[in-house]
């Protein structure tokens, strides 16, 4: 390593710190992993865990050490075709449905694969003299799109030990029943109508898809002042909701029908009693938690069934705009949405994504970025829906207020839940 | 019949006419057909003709005679079981997939089946001392759900006919190849930004998707004077358009590979030149009218690739606001698109429906309708793009304004083209 | 007509009257339906009737009279696309699947085809003066290929109407529910061991699958009486026989898994009631009768369950080749197996095809017809099971001893049942 | 361990000693093997190599184990459950298509089942003093279910590797290009007619579907002295044989079509040259090897291409009878066919199955095992072909003149060949 080291500005140093620790809490999530369990992919819609390692270390290889690192040689060629996800002016991706079928490279390959690009961009950001600014901006894109795979590293495992016959824990911890307490009632915050501002000028760092600020009129609308509670879902469920066609949307209503839909993602009912799949093993559904694991379909199908509707994004953001951003993230380990109540002030953030009303489209004015990164969210603006907020597999460093998460409507398997909205003041 | 009539109100001898003009106009569309015609049901997206001419009268008898005419007998209590469409709330609807299946009712019982309605509908009205409000609105909605079924009955049995390996011709009339005129070339009309007003408060008739009127924050914009032509989407495929993922969205990208798009529906190329399925069998494709039967997708990439965008539902209705709406619909009997420069002061309506960059959403405060008609609209708003203006397989008095057309973004078979847009003025 | 018609010879006026009367018999079946009904394929194993109409004539024509009637033009050249089922070697089939949505060439055009062809067929059999051999031999299969169709029509039309929620009969008349009568208990034919002979030299009419004579080495064994009946079949079902898997052959058991095969291919219980939906409509299932549209695998579970075996084909032809093949088959009008025990003797024939434990494979030192007819029967040789006997469906003329019907062992909709057999005397 | 043990009767010893050797040769296959490896399963077809592993054990375990040992305690319960491959009657089977899909058990959980299996297993033979004649039986069976597995690991791990897109090896060692040797012209050897016998009467080990002995009228036949070559078989390919449908049977030709076959699985030309991949990788197709990886289909259409047919498995039986059985077998270690004239002599056994005409149906006054081994062979008895002889990954040990493999007339992953014969002498 280079003696200019010492000569590091405290900018690239801050930058080296949060690579190092991002690339290192990664390597943490998979660490109660067999090697066998590296590899399963059950549902299309999840990557093996050995794939996350290797796509998010490709990123940085691919957009960062080949295109600016002199002399960088590629771990291995093949890996190019191997793990790029998605980016096809870059090449045609491996398909993804069939990523549970590579048995190689194996982990062990894998992990030196990580080191090798760690070594090599530790030792790029040391030894440049003067970093250009672009390459700073895509350390920073690279970091945070770890932090999104390590959310994915969550939901995936969980998803993927939650099909075994013999459901295996994904977390070793003795399992502590966390205690049902008093719900706090549902308080609506309310605000007056008016040209609000909407969306990021990307001072700090921000995707493309939260920019540019924008004006939007608002029309007064109020707001829950927390997520729905499994205790208020399984009234729903009760009252029939899974059976009433007239609560849901048509597409809903198919879904219902076709996957035998009654209650969220991994629950099911045993002597009358609901319980769940957790990274903990099969436990009782808690009340006192928000809801989680449920399609748009669900969340809008509840919010008819009690006579309000989900917020659009626009009023999730204006809504919270002041609040700071505290909760149940990646960090606290927990890796499932905690009771409301638990501290005295209540919460508002965090624990589960929040389904919004508002189909993921591009903000007025913006414009996608060039190249490869272009692709990096503007692409996917059809058929997906707006989550806004944070949930428990979500780094809290990875978050800010004018975050847009997007899903298609009716996946499942995020840590996904809701919130109340109502015209009006 | 009874001598009231002669003091019927002229309103209700409007909607009288307005009814019995409507019914007429549908059996009009289906009098090129066979018997055989009438069954085929060629892709679950399309219905057998006698479908559409049995579920609208189902609409009649089922939401007025039913519901308000006294001791009114249902003219087989079969029917409602088989042409119920998607209203759940009134019973399982028969599977849309299988119509194609269904020999009986025949043909003959169902025009018996669309006079026995008609005659109770006429007596009901026209005996009725004072006609209940109720009432006179469900006639509108029932009018203007027959004209939705009148623009897909074309729609369809030009599927339906295309997909014949034989090419049958719907309209048996001489072929006159339409001349290609010299294409005008685009305008651009540009808005200031401020708040703008969209939808309706229903004075006259609206469906609930477009109410009611609320205030919009517009941003400036731009908007193209005609739709893009044929002329120009043929550039787009030769600049090889539909082989370029950077262009596409993902869906739209994924569709393009597994369907193998490589032109609009009906085009195939023969010895070198762009041919397509009509109404009146295969022409060479005219290059001088709008292009139609496009996805969303397909309309996305191709704005892409010229540097603009398409506009939002609400930049449309904002431009158009003043405008006649003059133009190719379904009375023209053209029942394809027309050139543009045909009339010397150009044309800036009708012809093709105007895919927009807006999903489908519902407008602030609204409010579905009760019962089983707020299934009418509401419940497919997920996954579909809001499309504006009008075909030329529209009725013209059908449309408005405000009207609010949707598909799902990868149809189709509709009369579907579009418009260019950009920020700013 | 030519004078010389009268110098026919009585062979040749045989012929014409075989030809004649076989059509008129097609055309007789088809006299119940709506020409609605002559459009609809409900199934992908089942084709339109309309379909079978042409297709029948369309092999008179490809085979007779395109090849051999001078001056002869073609009804229209569009058909032979259209209605060529699956000789290869004349060019690509139009797709089975898709027979159904073929509105066109209508219902009357067709027939307009069969008078063009019979015209011409007679025309040309009548004034040939000396008739070649081949042309005989071509009119004889296709009258035999027609014959095959009509109990497809019969087969296809039950199908077609029975998935029609209003269950609507093919035959009109009034159903006499026929009577329970006793059931004759089983006897057993034995057979010695030794060198039996098989299949047939063709000496009158015969197929090539069931050419030439050959030894066959021939195991002592026993054969029922009559075929298995559904009263006895119900004793299975009650016995938990579709619930046991050990019953049944591997393929057998998933697809009573995967379709949840619980009884034979239309019957439902109703109220504690079997009933089964017939060409008269519903009727209670008659406990007197043989069982019948059956899949083999059904046949064969059964034969485990009691204790017994299926015969093999050769154990069948065996035993029946000194019977007269008197029984209940497509000419006497029922369209549906009857009571064992109607007549004083018994009757050990028809009302169903009997599966045998034989697959579909060629004989010893066969060999297939030349030219388009080698497709005629050997090209199936793979994944089907061997018939015997003839049904309800099938013309009495049209079936031998030696006759060998096949299908895949999964199918139901043909009149099939099956008798026991064992083995040693 | 017993003292006793030095009083085993020879009998039991050698009973150990296969035991023993056949359990370390299942271990031997799996050994170039990375973890990972292990888990995947990339078709249906095949199996996970754990999975084999594990599921060879459960049979010991629970057919003699569990059912015969005195105390013996499962190794987990749970494993009946995951490893039961289709014994309906021992429970619900694990479903096979999602056997890729259990990262659990890890692979070394799953060896320390093998250990404690074969512990048990070795303690019960060494101390029961005198040892039933049911589990020498059963040991037998065990042992020669324990080889077809072999057979399975090889051809399940040459197709996991092969679809990789990096076309590992699956050994390792350097490949040596076979050399390609003269083709030794085709001879054939003639049968008169007569009554033959087939079958066996189980005095050493055969498998229920080979019993007993019976009698069967053989027609005069000749057979080739060797399967058809790659070079032959090129040929046909040249000759536009994947092309001429009235090759093909029907279910054959859907198939070219469907998955657009243009040669043997695992071919493809590169340049002008057809390569295939291998054990050992990618290497040029060797001309005087015999061709493998075919369907029957393919077998079938190419004799009829030559102006052959294939053999009756009695045929094939009958023409063996006296023949050694050497050969290139699972020992030899090259799990690749052989060329032909490696030896002076010639060769006639072995590197490949040889697909027969015969459907796989029980043999004339057979019965099938009773308890969960009758399920063994006989419920796989509908749609399948019989191949004889013997491959390259075919333990020697474990097959005979009379030994009936069969597979589905369309699979091709395992190594399938076939040899032509003719009527007549």
Chains 1, 2, 3, 4 share one sequence.
């Not at 966390?178 to 990307?202: C, Q, V």
């Not at 979500?394 to 998460?405: F, G, K, Q």
């Amino acid at each position: 390593m280079s003696t200019k080291q010492v000569f590091m500005t405290s900018e690239v140093s801050t930058l080296i710190g949060k690579y190092t620790e991002t690339r290192k809490e990664t390597m943490n999530l998979v660490r109660p992993l067999e090697i066998e369990d590296f590899v399963i992919q059950s549902h299309e819609d999840v990557s093996p865990p050995k794939w996350h390692l290797a796509h998010t270390t490709w990123f940085f290889e691919q957009m960062i050490l080949t295109a600016y690192k002199r002399e960088y040689e590629v771990f291995s060629k093949n890996y190019h075709r191997l793990f790029n996800s998605y980016y096809e002016s870059l090449g045609t991706p491996f398909p993804k449905h069939q990523r549970g079928l590579l048995s190689r490279p194996t982990v062990q390959e894998i992990i030196n694969y990580r080191n090798h690009v760690d070594r090599a961009i530790v030792e790029m950001l040391t030894t440049e003299e003067i970093l250009p600014d672009k390459i700073k901006e895509l350390m920073i894109i690279g970091i945070n799109h770890e932090q999104q795979h390590q959310e994915l590293l969550v939901t995936d495992i969980k998803y993927n030990y939650s099909i075994h016959p013999l459901e295996y824990p994904y977390l070793q911890e003795e399992t502590q029943e966390r205690p049902a307490l008093t719900l706090p009632p549902i308080k609506w915050h309310s605000f007056e109508e008016g040209i609000s501002e909407i969306g990021t000028n990307n001072e700090d760092f921000s995707f493309d898809n939260e920019r540019p600020v924008h004006k939007h009129w608002q029309h007064a609308f109020s707001i829950a002042s927390r997520p729905v509670s499994n205790k208020e879902f399984m009234e729903f469920i009760e009252d029939r909701g899974y059976e009433r066609p007239e609560l849901w949307l048509a597409e809903g209503w198919d879904l219902v029908q076709t996957n035998d839909w009654k209650a969220p993602l991994y629950w099911r009912k045993e002597e009358g009693i609901w319980r769940t799949y957790t990274v903990r093993g099969v436990e009782s559904v808690n009340p006192s938690e928000p809801v989680t694991h449920i399609s748009y379909f669900e969340a809008d199908a509840y919010a008819r069934w009690a006579g309000y509707r989900l917020p659009t994004e626009q009023e999730w953001e204006w809504a919270f705009r002041d609040n700071d951003y505290e909760g149940n993230f990646l960090e606290s380990g927990l890796l499932h949405p905690s009771s409301f109540g638990e501290k005295e002030s209540g919460k508002e953030f965090g624990d589960v994504w929040e389904w919004t009303r508002s189909p993921y489209t591009q903000y007025p004015r913006s414009s996608p970025l060039e190249g490869a990164l272009g692709e990096y969210n503007a692409k996917f603006m059809s058929n997906k829906m707006v989550l806004r907020g944070g949930s428990c597999a979500t780094p809290a460093s990875h978050i800010r207020l004018t975050y847009r998460n997007f899903f298609p409507p009716e996946k499942r398997w995020q840590f996904s839940g809701f919130r109340l909205a109502k015209d009006g003041q």
